[in-house]
C-alpha cells in the first residue's frame, strides 16, 4: 500500500482507526477540515484565515509565509484572485487558457509568477503591466503565439519556451536593463530582429528549437551562454563573436553550417569554453581558441585533422586548452589524426574519432 494514494479524505480517517479513541471525531467527520483550516488552508471562497490575510478556496496561503500562494496542480481553469499582499504566486501545471487584463489587478507586488504548463493562450494587454517589482516570469509551456504585450522592465528572468510563438516584436523586451535570463527555446521563431539590443545584463540567451535562418542581430554584449542549436542557420556573420566579453558557451548544433558560412577566427575569440558545432555540414575544422575546453564535432562531413585549426605555434607556453573533441560520424579515422598532435593537444584526454 501507498499512503501517496490516499485521498485527503481518507488520510485522516485512517489515521483516527488506528490511534484509538475516536469516537468524537467519528460523530463529526469534518472535524479533521478544521484543523485544516486553522493551519492556515483555506477551504471556502477567499476566506480570512488566523493572519488576516485571504487566499483563494482552491489554494494554499500559509501562514508562516503570508506572501506565498500556492495553487500549482489543481485542475483551475482561469486565474483566482489573487490578494494584493502576495508576492510568490505558483499557478503552474493547470488548465488556465487566458490571462485577461484584470486578472492580476491588485497583485502589484508580484516578484514570481509561476504560469508555465498550463494552456494559456491570450494574454491580455495590461496583464502585467503593473507589476513594478516583477523578478521571474515563467510562462513555459503554454499555448502563447505571440510574447506577451508591455511585460515589467523589472523582470530579470522571463521563460517563454514551449509554446507557438512564430514573432517576436521589435520592442518586445524594451527596457528590461535587468533581464539575466531568456529563455525562448522550442517555438515556431523564424527571426528576432533587433529584439534583444537593449538587453544589457543578459547572460544567458536559448533560441534553440525555432525556425532561425540566421543568427540574431545585435546580440548582448554580456552573454555568457549563447544557445541555437536546432535551427536552420547556414552561415555567421563577420566578426559574430568578436564584441563579446564574457562569451563561455556557444551551441550550434543541427543547423546548416558550412565551411563558407564561416569567416575565418569566427571561432578563434578568447574565453570561449564550450563549443558545439555538431549535426552541420562542416568539412574542415574551423579554426578555434587555444583557451576553448570541449569541441564538438561529431556527425559533419569533415575530411582532415588540420592540426591548425588548434595550434598555429606550439611550444611550452603556446598550446591548446582542449580536453574533450568529438569528431566521430565524420570522414576521418584515427590514422588521419597527425603524431605530433600530442604536443598541441596535450591537455586532451578525450578525443573520439
Ligand atoms: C481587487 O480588489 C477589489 C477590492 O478588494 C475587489 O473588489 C476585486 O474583486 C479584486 N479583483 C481581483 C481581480 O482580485
Ligand atoms: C492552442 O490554441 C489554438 C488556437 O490558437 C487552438 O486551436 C488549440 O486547440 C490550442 N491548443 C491546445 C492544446 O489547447
Ligand atoms: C534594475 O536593478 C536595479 C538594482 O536593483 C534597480 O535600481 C533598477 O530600478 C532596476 N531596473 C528596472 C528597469 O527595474
Ligand atoms: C587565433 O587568434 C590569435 C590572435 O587573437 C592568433 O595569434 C592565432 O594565430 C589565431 N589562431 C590560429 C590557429 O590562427
Ligand atoms: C601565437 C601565440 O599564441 N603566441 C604566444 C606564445 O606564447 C607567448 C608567451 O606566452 C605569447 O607572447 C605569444 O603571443
Redesign the pocket.
Known amino acids: 500500500m501507498r499512503l501517496a494514494a490516499f485521498s485527503p479524505l481518507l488520510l485522516p480517517l485512517l489515521l483516527c482507526a488506528m490511534s484509538g479513541p475516536c469516537a468524537a471525531q467519528q460523530q463529526d467527520p469534518f472535524l479533521w477540515l478544521s484543523a485544516l483550516r486553522s493551519r492556515g488552508y483555506g477551504v471556502g471562497s477567499l476566506q480570512a484565515d488566523n493572519t488576516g490575510g485571504e487566499c483563494p478556496e482552491e489554494c494554499d496561503c500559509p501562514p508562516t509565509f503570508p506572501v506565498a500562494m500556492y495553487c500549482d496542480g489543481r485542475g483551475m481553469t482561469a486565474v483566482p484572485?489573487?490578494p494584493?499582499r502576495m508576492k510568490y504566486v505558483y499557478l503552474q501545471h493547470n488548465q488556465i487558457t487566458s490571462v485577461p487584463d484584470?486578472?492580476?489587478?491588485?497583485a502589484t507586488n508580484l516578484v514570481w509568477l509561476m504560469l508555465h504548463e498550463n494552456n494559456i493562450g491570450s494574454v491580455g494587454k495590461k496583464a502585467f503591466a503593473k507589476m513594478q517589482s516583477l523578478d521571474r516570469l515563467y510562462l513555459s509551456n503554454n499555448n502563447l503565439t505571440k510574447v506577451p504585450a508591455n511585460l515589467p522592465s523589472s523582470l530579470r528572468d522571463l521563460r517563454l519556451d514551449n509554446n507557438r510563438i512564430a514573432k517576436v516584436p521589435p520592442n518586445a523586451f524594451e527596457g528590461m536593463e535587468n533581464l539575466t535570463i531568456l529563455l525562448l527555446h522550442d517555438n515556431a521563431i523564424q527571426e528576432v530582429g533587433a529584439a534583444l539590443k537593449g538587453l544589457t545584463s543578459l547572460t544567458l540567451l536559448d533560441v534553440s528549437s525555432n525556425r532561425l535562418k540566421k543568427v540574431p542581430e545585435s546580440l548582448p554584449d554580456q552573454l555568457h551562454q549563447l544557445y541555437l542549436e536546432s535551427n536552420a542557420i547556414d552561415a555567421i556573420p563577420n566578426n559574430f563573436l568578436g564584441h563579446f566579453q564574457q562569451l563561455q558557451y556557444v551551441r550550434m548544433s543541427h543547423n546548416e553550417l558550412t565551411d563558407k558560412g564561416i569567416p575565418p577566427n569566427t571561432f578563434n575569440v578568447t574565453g570561449l569554453v564550450e563549443l558545439d558545432l555538431s549535426y552541420n555540414k562542416l568539412e574542415r575544422i574551423p579554426t578555434v581558441s587555444t583557451s576553448l575546453e570541449h569541441l564538438y564535432l561529431q556527425a559533419n562531413h569533415i575530411k582532415e585533422f588540420s592540426l591548425g585549426s588548434f595550434c598555429s605555434v606550439v611550444d611550452v607556453m603556446n598550446f591548446s586548452k582542449l580536453k574533450v573533441l568529438r569528431l566521430d560520424g565524420n570522414e576521418i579515422s584515427l590514422r588521419d589524426v597527425p603524431t605530433d598532435s600530442a604536443l598541441c593537444l596535450r591537455m586532451a584526454s578525450d578525443i573520439a574519432v
Open positions: 484572485s489573487v494584493s484584470e486578472a492580476f489587478a491588485n
